[in-house]
Nanobody, 124 residues
Framework: QVHLVESGGGLVEPGESLTLSCTGS????????MNWYRQVPGKDRELVAS????????VYLNSVKGRFTISRDNAKETVYLQMNNLNPEDTAVYYC?????????????????WGQGTQVTVSS
């Protein structure tokens, strides 16, 4: 059974920083594209950042560019989201995710795995 586990959320003041981490069990994080999403109550989840398995391909939500950095340590099977200069609009539950399609000899297999989420609250 696959489990993605986030950690590192918390309550910070505007301008401060947090680093989120995501590890997996039953899932080889190092082999797959990994994503960070966030969700505010009443709104759809939005993709915050994504990183390819090699770490060479990265995309960010426009509003976090220059403030957030996604990275991975494949030796530790861990993905990170460094969040700097946080503002109240960044308040959300942050989710680690991996989704895609694996092609094998038995055909194509879609996967879509989510962590339980970690709360990030930015408030003075």
């Amino acid at each position: 059974q696959v489990h993605l586990v986030e950690s590192g959320g918390g309550l910070v003041e505007p301008g401060e920083s947090l680093t989120l981490s995501c590890t997996g069990s039953g899932f080889t994080v190092s082999k797959y594209v990994m994503n960070w999403y966030r969700q505010v109550p009443g709104k759809d989840r939005e993709l915050v950042a994504s990183i390819t398995s090699s770490g060479t391909g990265i995309v960010y939500l426009n509003s976090v560019k220059g403030r957030f950095t996604i990275s991975r340590d494949n030796a530790k099977e861990t993905v990170y989201l460094q969040m700097n200069n946080l503002n109240p609009e960044d308040t959300a539950v942050y989710y680690c995710n991996s989704r895609g399609t694996v092609v094998s000899s038995t055909g194509e297999h879609e996967y879509d795995y989510w962590g339980q989420g970690t709360q990030v609250t930015v408030s003075s």
